[in-house]
């Protein structure tokens, strides 16, 4: 099942009764005015601030497999359904969704190139509203395709064969551009590599070529026969860098959930 999918594709697919299309938009405070307006036909709302551990302090951190099962099979999704994420930055929180999907087992599922912009670019048709599922359904969690982890693995890998894949942009990755969260120290995780997400981006808001992104990648000295280990601001864009990362055929992936939001609150060390 292609992890990527056009919006060419989708609006040939859009009556088919396997299909289920999730938005999945999430966005700082304030931003979301100024996104694109409208929804893709048939689409439901995937927020991932609330089908999250509500127990953690940190918000969209991934739920157990009990709640998820219990959102999506609310949402009329089936383990048989081909999932498709999109949002309206274009391609932002999507793979977030995309990520979660993949940790509970869930195969087919794929993230919308360009998303909503690229949908209203092509004068595809939008709706006002969201769907509402008729029946609910009985999602079942898998065995895990990506993987998660905390701070104390993170820490552990520091200084080993295992990489460590920062997603943030360059500036705060080096601590000389301040966190969107005031609280937060600057800086890195010790001996992470840069590979910002918002550089692996064309102009029009889809994915670069495979190959360009193979390129990015081995540039950033990141070796895809190792162990990864992704990170970010919040375990948003780190989920950008999985799906490219398993696109190009890492095999072995997990994110650091908690990112910087927790790594920069928290005493573990930091490197400038």
């Known amino acids: 099942m292609a992890d990527l999918v056009t919006v060419d594709w989708l609006a040939a697919n859009l009556d088919s009764t396997d299909i289920k299309i999730l938005d999945c938009t999430w966005a700082m405070p304030g931003e979301t005015a ?11 709302y995937f927020d991932i601030d609330d089908i999250a551990d509500k127990s953690s302090p940190m918000k969209h951190m991934l739920p157990t497999g ?38 509970f087992g869930h195969e087919a599922v794929s993230v919308l190139d ?33 993987k998660v982890t905390d701070a104390k693995c993170v820490l552990d890998a520091v200084n080993t064969d295992i990489q460590i894949v920062d997603a943030r942009p360059l500036g705060r990755y080096n601590g000389t551009a301040p966190e969107p969260r005031a609280s937060l120290r600057s800086g890195r995780i010790p001996s992470s ?6 550089t692996l981006k064309s102009a029009d808001g889809t994915l670069l070529p495979l190959a360009t992104l193979a390129a990015l990648v081995g540039a950033a000295g990141i ?20 799906m490219i990362l398993h696109r190009l055929g890492a095999k072995d992936i997990t994110l650091y959930d908690g990112s910087w939001t927790e790594w920069g609150a928290s005493e573990f060390p930091i490197e400038l």
């Open 34 to 44: 100024e996104l694109p307006i409208g929804n893709i036909p048939k689409s439901q």
């Open 223 to 242: 070796d895809l026969n190792k162990p990864i280990i992704t990170s970010c601001g919040s375990g948003i864009t780190a989920a950008g860098i999985s």
């Open 114 to 146: 360009g998303g909503l912009p690229k949908w209203l670019e092509a004068k595809l048709p939008v709706s006002s509203t969201y769907h509402s599922p008729k029946n609910i359904s009985q999602f079942e969690i898998k065995t895990p395709i990506l």
């Open 66 to 103: 009990a709640e998820f099962a219990k959102a999506t099979s609310s949402m009329g999704i089936k383990n048989s359904d081909h999932v498709i994420c999109y949002d309206r930055h274009g391609i932002f929180a999507a793979p977030r969704v995309w990520w979660s999907f993949k940790t």
């Open 193 to 198: 590599l840069s590979l910002p997400f918002g």
